[in-house]
């Protein structure tokens, strides 16, 4: 129960954490069987921001840091930072200063259960961060906590090393054993999609494309003018 | 008790649907008594998102989105989804094949008291929707439902065929048989603002305009330095 | 407890009021010990939205606006309505007329604790509004409440001439004995700031430059690979 | 859409409403087809409240309680006082001395979607009610409102008539016209029950009860140790 | 800015004290012209709870009861502890043994905008307290804070000395300079509602004894069969 | 990512349980550095509650009890249980049926991150619940999911086997391997308490026994008259 920093995990391939990254929030969700969301609670500081990287985990006091700091002494270029807290906080534990630290260090985004600010700055710099609150509330420098364990962010379970993806939907968590399982199941879904709009676009029904009228039938639901 | 698909429904005439939504929301609400808002948890995807059209209500089981499509087969040019939910969600039960499907139909917008998703692409097809949550959590189709039933959605009461007005401000519903009635009270107030609007830009105070320094004075309102 | 308008109210310097608007709400928020901000469920309605100036404190019933009509009849050029309600309320207290009201009299931004409406024409007016909900909802002109009174708005307690800055992060407040000592800690902060933002940008840790490996050390958080 | 007080409404036969009380609020919502439920945000002042009777719906101004006391001019006894705001609040619009008044003209019980106060009180005379808050904040007497008009209570619509039943689980309607309807599905509902209880007290399990290792199976579930 | 522990505070006459106690939170909001209360999110740990003191004000970092356990060194018999965090926090700030420490002191009770644990152990002491949560999340004692400055609680401006009366219904403050206006305000107040529960349950309606026919007929209200 | 009910799983020695339980939820949830603890949200059906079990997790479809009724076919007397779903749910997804079959099968209590109905029976029939919600809503039986996996339920990671512990104060979750380092933390913890409860009941204060005046000191907190 020791708090500490764990310098080296081992992260996906960056061409495949790439992949799911054009893939979209929507789509490596339903491709893998529609776990690893975070709660919808969590949103985009600026409606572009779009990130996919590999999750160093940081588990902060409400109100404190610290850890955060601890975080960026250990990231590799391309890392997401994924930032929980032992008890529910809003307090904007994270600004401008943080983030030019994490450009500076290749840090690719920030997902936090928790405030944000100096967000107009942020914006500015293209930094894209998923957070449950804005808030200029300030933090202290001075609680423990740790780096690269598992934790829970917004109600999904994250393990160092995880492959993140954010977009305008919200953020999802891919574990790092099924990313190549799940960019199978993302570019089939993909491929079907891509026929499904066409026919969709046509003007074809989803009732006939996906077989519903049966469904509908066997539901009991009746059709009537 | 039946679940049921109703294809016919009476529609108002598309002129008064258009001056109704050439009004907006915070006026036609203002025109029928205060009555008909939806919940101000119901938000925009987009800041210019501006609808109105006809109710074609539907009636969904929480995160399944089998009725949605059953919908998109009884709509007009021009009428608008309010989709609501037997117990509450914020599922993504609509997204973008969806909307896309909408637009080959000529469905005008979607009111949904539950999630969407692929809210980027969306924006980009300039398909208005309303909602009260953003979520990559997908649905089932699966579960029974009813289409063009009366529906209670975001705490106002919508039948099939009323009118929708949705703009920044929110949403409104005006029954069918009021939208005559309605009208010539948003007309007049229109008019009224206009005038109001004048002696404001130009100085007056609300107190005087409105004689509003009397209500004070017998509300026993006392003024001092 | 008789309801009452109060006329004339301290204001502090307007060059101050300036230099605490160029410090922005973080900022100042630290620079006073980090206190006297709002709840971060105050959002401006458009995210450029940035003010500082002088509060005219509102005590309105929910619902109810007529004592901001009042309000407007005892402003100067520069100063900020803050208005809060008797009980909660998400009612849209405030619209465009007033908007051109405020504008019409010099005011420089409102705050208020319930919900606004007509935000498509306040954002075209540009005039800065931060509320905790966007709401069609209209209200009445009949009930008492009280203008420059004391009040608490969102968490904070304001007084009358207090220093209201409002900014993306959320809004702050000065008490105005305080806003010369604040600014001298803002500047302080701000110059610090500068140079901390160089040296992170070069790459330095902020572990390194806020000397915290001697706190992870004391609090006993261990590394390791 | 005059505010109006109606004075005459047909209500449900007084036995068919025992027995619907009888059954309690999660039986009679599965019998009428998991509909008319009250969100789950409307909670008993005391748990042992339990109540069936006939809806006088009232529309309220939020923070004002003038149509409750016009409401009890046109009670009969075994009423059930449903009251739903123009606007949110949780003020607490009903205490003792409308619960005495409630009392003395035989009016069975309230569900308000708002606040209630003096709940020591209540709970001693015995009155049930539900209602989404419990809150001090007293209310003025002088906006205008309707009684004896559909309306929307915590997300279900409300007919005047219409059968309310309320117990610990919560409140549900049953509209007039399906009470004998409903009625049944509930008996017949009740008599399974009762059989399937005595399976599952002797330890039989739900998924041999219910066929549902055929379920399970389909939906691609898989046992193993 | 300094944080600051106050010792010695005025307090109003405990007789008084007695009397605002006894006119129960409703009465003593209403006597006052609706102000004070605290937000009906503060909750009574168990129903009995009843309360009347003097307050002793704290402000705590969030997450840490270090200066709750500095107030209890400047408190006398018969004071209430009314605590605010600086940022939001449901963490569980006060348990049984800072409960047993109170009642060695004569603390009458607590108010608090956090959360509270031990609740079974401070049922069975019969301590009361109001609190917006209950957590079993532990808290530090390193932060600092002040004692017996004014705060914001849940809303509410509470400054050192005032009454604070807590039941059911939930918490009002009373500003000590107000404590005797109030009780005369009280008095009548309670001596009308006699006179009007007499007549209530003697079946006389609300809107015959408190005129309120006329107020319905001004305001266009109209009855009908 | 099959969907999969495991049969069997490793569980902590039923005395160490009974120990843990006896420690309760505050002394566990310190007694293991503050970690384990879930949402406040997650409160008894009725305050006597009190359990500690092995935990046997359930994924369910929200709205779909499917998962209970197998997980019930796997559990053994002495279990918890612990029930989270794919996307938010309030909806009733466990009633009386459910908690007769428990108490035939040994099941010694449920923690659901959902609603519950029939909370008057489970409290006659002494079922201990903790749950987000009371809702009469019922549920599908149709929706695939899993058993004894790891789950998120309401913030806290659980897996198999893990002991939870649930009194007044919430639910706490202890990992199996962990089990016997709490013990041993938790006796320690219980037994300074034991010693400090003695001395804060003879008045001694908590600034004196926690060494706190010099923590002030450093603070820079200052005592003033």
Redesign the interface.
């Known amino acids: 129960?020791?708090?500490?920093?764990?310098?080296?995990i081992a992260r996906a391939d960056p061409g495949d954490i790439r992949r799911l990254g054009a893939a979209g929030?929507?789509t490596v969700?339903?491709a893998?069987?529609?776990?690893g969301?975070l709660?919808?609670s969590m949103?985009p500081v600026f409606?572009a921001a779009r990130v996919a990287g590999s999750a160093v985990t940081v588990l902060c006091?409400?109100?404190d840091n610290?850890?955060i700091?601890?975080a960026?002494?250990v990231v590799q270029p391309g890392d997401v930072l994924v930032v929980s807290t032992?008890?529910?906080?809003?307090?904007?534990m994270f600004?401008?200063?943080?983030a030019?630290?994490c450009?500076?260090?290749g840090v690719a985004g920030l997902v936090i259960e928790a405030?944000v600010?100096?967000?107009?700055e942020m914006?500015a710099l293209g930094f894209p961060v998923w957070s449950k609150?804005?808030?200029?509330?300030?933090t202290?420098?001075?609680?423990?906590?740790?780096v690269n364990v598992?934790i829970?962010c917004a109600?999904?379970?994250v393990s160092p090393g995880d492959v993140i993806v954010g977009?305008?939907?919200?953020v999802?968590v891919v574990p790092r054993e099924?990313v190549a399982?799940v960019i199978v199941a993302a570019d089939q879904r993909l491929a079907k999609?891509e026929r499904?709009?066409a026919r969709?676009?046509?003007?074809e029904?989803?009732?006939d494309i996906?077989g519903?009228r049966d469904?509908?039938a066997q539901?009991?639901?009746?059709?009537?003018?």
């Open positions: 129960m020791t708090p500490t920093i764990v310098r080296t929030v929507a969700h339903e893998q069987g529609q776990r969301l709660r919808p949103r409606p006091a409400p109100g610290l850890m700091h601890a960026i002494a032992t008890s529910e906080s809003t307090d904007g600004g401008e200063l943080l030019e630290s450009l500076a260090h405030g600010r100096d967000t107009a914006t609150a804005i808030s200029a509330q300030g202290s420098k001075t609680q423990p906590g740790s598992p829970v109600g999904a379970a977009d305008a939907d919200g999802v099924s399982a999609e499904t709009r969709l676009k046509a003007g029904l989803g009732v996906y519903l469904v509908l539901r009991g639901v009746i059709w009537r003018d």
